[in-house]
Nanobody, 120 residues
Framework: QVQLVESGGGLVQPGGSLRLSCAAS????????MGWHRQAPGKQRELVAA???????NYAESLKGRFTISRDNAKNTVYLQMNSLKPEDTAVYYC??????????????WGQGTQVNVSS
């Protein structure tokens, strides 16, 4: 079992910044990709950004330049720095990670989500 715990969400004014964190714990042998998705009310969940264990990143095209994903492999933690936030960034942000177990199995887990509200 792997647990992903997100933190850092909240209310911010347009133009502001937030930094989300997601820490993985549990039966981790190896973590491959970690990433963030978001889901706004009435919309489908969408990819925000992802990062491999080697540091390769992938972003939603519309968010490039404002959002930055990073990770600390020693802490099994992924971060999402969000700048110049807009009201349309309001959503529940979910952490996702996949990896292997010590016995050669694979796993893929989601966090519970953290709410981000961008409003004046």
């Amino acid at each position: 079992q792997v647990q992903l715990v997100e933190s850092g969400g909240g209310l911010v004014q347009p133009g502001g910044s937030l930094r989300l964190s997601c820490a993985a714990s549990g039966s981790i042998f190896n973590i491959n990709a970690m990433g963030w998705h978001r889901q706004a009310p009435g919309k489908q969940r969408e990819l925000v950004a992802a990062i491999t264990s080697g540091g390769s990143t992938n972003y939603a095209e519309s968010l490039k330049g404002r959002f930055t994903i990073s990770r600390d492999n020693a802490k099994n933690t992924v971060y999402l720095q969000m700048n110049s936030l807009k009201p349309e960034d309001t959503a529940v942000y979910y952490c996702n990670a996949d990896g292997e177990t010590i016995v050669g199995g694979t796993w893929n887990y989601w966090g519970q989500g953290t709410q981000v509200n961008v409003s004046s």
